[in-house]
């Protein structure tokens, strides 16, 4: 019994004294990391900016690629908010939204990792000689919870090796963008004036080059974007103009109005893809002999019907485009194609789906078909959910399917372009 009760008197103590050290430890732990980016603040601000931006660099985003993803709020700055929910113990689950946002300056976000807590990030942007010194922080309170007091003692260990990588992946990202030249180039087809955005990377000769053709909303914002991003992948991409005179669509029916206005008048989609295709193929830094297209939505459509025309391409990938109405299969079809689908599109039927299967099968022309389950129409766009909430459409950002389709993509022109 002695013995016995000697033992629980020791542990007593170390409990006690495990206590009272605890609290002597600090009650909030700040972790603090930098690097130097050869780029201007305002290049880097708006990947920080905004969470639909964020796996493009995030030390977690190759953790557990099946993490899903959820968005609310404005796509950038103030009440921007993420949030997340992973299997991997290492990514977990939680929240992250923008809570100040200075421009060019300082972006601070509210953390909330459920049972786990909260915490604040903090980033800076200070202009240096060399350009940017961005400076990522981390800080969490404590109060009187002896446990994460401890645990605070690890946070640098933990967090600090993320971090470093986070800002590794960033300066690589921005680097990679400062790279890269970019310019609008206005030119004329089927009597309209139109504006397309040319995006290549300076340091690469002999590129392969991409068309990009927009969704039912016009040549916005986000096809530029996805001109940028294959240019990082070392194409020229021109992301083209199919409705011309600045006309940008801000509600469906301007849209459905612009996308019929074209659909509707005799030869010119082809007329004005064509026209976009003589620009790049203008640009000397391409191979002439290796063009390919993508498209979104209306463009997705549009990019099929190019090659079901024969148009000399080596390849299409259509991201949620229709399938209805195409055109008819020409005996000339040699580019490969890649559907990405979403199988939850009600846009999309399965008499559609399999119509054109059969279509294509019957006809041995070389094309994929991937149906993303559960996934609905417009699901590559971060802003699909916005849209579909505001204007009552089934249209919905899924991350995973995003993330999915981009890489199949980037296989697929790998192989053609080979």
């Known amino acids: 019994m002695n013995t016995l009760k000697k033992v629980l008197l020791g542990a007593i103590g170390i409990i006690i004294l495990?206590?009272?050290?605890?609290?002597f430890l600090p009650s909030q732990t700040h972790v603090e990391r930098s690097i130097t980016i050869n780029a201007p603040p305002d290049k880097v601000f708006?990947?920080?900016?905004?969470?639909?931006?964020?796996?493009?660099?995030?030390?977690?985003?190759?953790?557990?690629?099946?993490?899903?993803?959820?968005?609310e709020g404005p796509v950038a700055g103030v009440g921007a908010k993420m949030f997340w929910a992973s299997e991997n113990p290492q990514v977990g689950s939680g929240s992250n939204e923008i809570i100040e946002s200075i421009?060019?300056?300082?972006?601070?976000?509210a953390l909330d990792f459920g049972e786990m807590g909260t915490a604040n990030a903090v980033f800076t942007l200070e202009p240096v000689e060399q350009g940017t010194q961005v400076t990522w922080g981390f800080d969490v309170e404590h109060g009187v919870n002896i446990t994460n007091r401890y645990f605070g003692l690890m946070m640098d260990k933990w967090v600090g090796a993320d971090y470093v990588a986070g800002l590794a992946n960033l300066k690589t990202l921005v680097e990679s963008l400062e790279s890269i030249h970019t310019e609008e180039i206005s030119y004329q087809a089927d009597g309209v004036t139109l504006t397309g955005y040319l995006a290549y990377?300076?340091?690469?000769e002999a590129q392969p080059a991409v068309l990009v053709v927009h969704e039912?909303?016009?040549?916005?914002?986000?096809?530029?974007?996805?001109?940028?991003m294959l240019a990082q992948l070392g194409y020229t991409a021109f992301a083209l103009d199919m409705y011309g005179?600045?006309?940008?669509?801000?509600?469906?029916?301007?849209?459905?109005?612009?996308m019929t206005e074209v659909l509707e008048k005799s030869g010119a989609v082809a007329a004005r893809f064509n026209a976009a295709m003589d620009i790049l193929k203008q640009q000397p830094i391409i191979d002439s002999q290796k063009i390919a297209a993508i498209g979104y939505c209306f463009g997705g459509s549009t990019v099929l019907n190019m090659?079901?025309?024969?148009?000399?391409l080596k390849g299409v990938v259509s991201f949620h485009g229709g399938l209805q109405g195409l055109a008819p299969l020409s005996d000339s079809v040699n580019a490969k194609?890649?559907?990405?689908?979403?199988?939850?599109?009600?846009?999309?039927?399965?008499?559609?789906?399999?119509?054109f299967k059969t279509e294509m099968d019957n006809a041995g022309i070389d094309y994929e078909f991937i149906d993303y389950p559960d996934v609905k129409h417009s699901f590559t766009n971060p802003e699909a959910s916005t849209f579909g909430e505001k204007f009552d459409l089934p249209l919905e950002y899924n991350a995973e399917a995003d993330a999915d389709s981009w890489q199949r993509m980037k296989v697929f022109l790998a192989e053609i372009f080979k």
């Open 245 to 258: 005179d600045g006309k940008l669509a801000e509600h469906p029916s301007d849209a459905k109005k612009f």
């Open 201 to 204: 990377r300076k340091d690469i």
């Open 216 to 228: 039912w909303w016009g040549h916005n914002n986000y096809a530029r974007k996805r001109a940028e």
């Open 337 to 355: 194609m890649l559907v990405l689908n979403g199988a939850a599109d009600p846009f999309i039927s399965e008499e559609h789906k399999a119509a």
């Open 46 to 71: 708006p990947l920080i900016n905004n969470f639909r931006e964020f796996n493009r660099w995030s030390p977690w985003a190759e953790r557990d690629p099946n993490t899903e993803y959820r968005f």
């Open 103 to 109: 421009a060019n300056s300082r972006i601070t976000t």
């Open 307 to 312: 090659a079901r025309s024969g148009t000399d």
């Open 18 to 23: 495990f206590a009272v050290i605890g609290l």
